[in-house]
């Protein structure tokens, strides 16, 4: 059974950083895509950011480029989100997600989800 799960969310200061970690169990990370997605009250689902774990090419929404970083252990099945220079609009339940294949589409298993506020 495959098993998501997010940690690492918090209260921060706008221009403060988190790093949120994504574990995994129930499967190997050669050869799936992890994703980070973020849901904000009253507003639509976005996709974050993506890894494909064949050959770790990763891609970030415009909104977050030059301030998230994904990156992943695979002795720890683990995947994580660098998040610096937050701001407000980065306030959200952010989510890890787990596709087969190299396309972060959210179809696959998701975790809990992990709040992240940002405000002073």
Same mark, same amino acid.
């Given at each position: 059974e495959v098993h998501v799960e997010e940690s690492g969310g918090a209260l921060v200061q706008p221009g403060g950083s988190l790093r949120l970690s994504c574990a995994s169990s129930g499967f190997t990370?050669?050869? /799936? +895509? /992890?994703?980070?997605?973020?849901? +904000?009250p009253g507003k639509e689902r976005e996709g974050v950011s993506c890894m494909s774990s064949?050959?770790?090419?990763?891609?970030y929404a415009d909104s977050?480029?030059?301030?998230? @970083? /994904?990156?992943?252990?695979?002795a720890k099945n683990t995947v994580y989100l660098q998040m610096n220079?937050?701001?407000?609009?980065d306030t +959200?339940?952010?989510y890890c997600t787990i596709d087969l294949g190299s396309s972060? @589409?959210?179809?696959?298993?998701? !975790?809990? !989800? @992990?709040?992240?506020?940002?405000?002073?």
């Open positions: 990370l050669g050869d /799936i +895509a /992890i994703g980070w997605f973020r849901q +904000a064949s050959d770790g090419s990763t891609s977050v480029k030059g301030r998230f @970083t /994904i990156s992943r252990d695979n220079s937050l701001q407000p609009d +959200a339940v952010y972060c @589409t959210g179809r696959g298993s998701w !975790g809990q !989800g @992990t709040q992240v506020t940002v405000s002073s």
